[in-house]
């Protein structure tokens, strides 16, 4: 019984580490956007990724296919000056 629960607990304490460490690199990366620099985010996405962006009446709406498509968002959303900050992270 008390390896299950080590087990657990260290299961609980990689999964915690790993939501941290994720949410300061997306921070960083998110903060490098608002000056500009897209560079860091674009390096996390594959050739092949997909990029969705909310739905609505907008000009970054809708999907962004491939690693091409997702760095002409982003110099898009760039060049419009957008800025923002990631506050939470749910997983």
């Known amino acids: 019984m008390r390896a ?8 609980g304490l990689g999964r915690s580490m790993l939501i941290r460490l994720i949410l300061r690199k997306l921070r960083s990366d ?3 956007l608002s000056e500009g620099d897209y560079g860091p ?15 609505g009446e ?3 709406a809708g ?7 997702i760095e002409r968002f982003l110099q898009d959303f760039v060049g419009a000056g957008v800025r923002g900050e990631i506050l939470s992270l749910w997983i």
């Open 63 to 69: 999907e962004h296919r491939g690693k091409a498509a």
């Open 58 to 60: 907008h000009r970054w």
């Open 4 to 11: 299950l629960l080590a087990g657990a607990l260290i299961a």
């Open 41 to 55: 985010l674009l390096a996390g996405y594959e050739e092949n990724a997909v990029l969705h962006f909310n739905d």
């Open 30 to 32: 998110v903060a490098r």
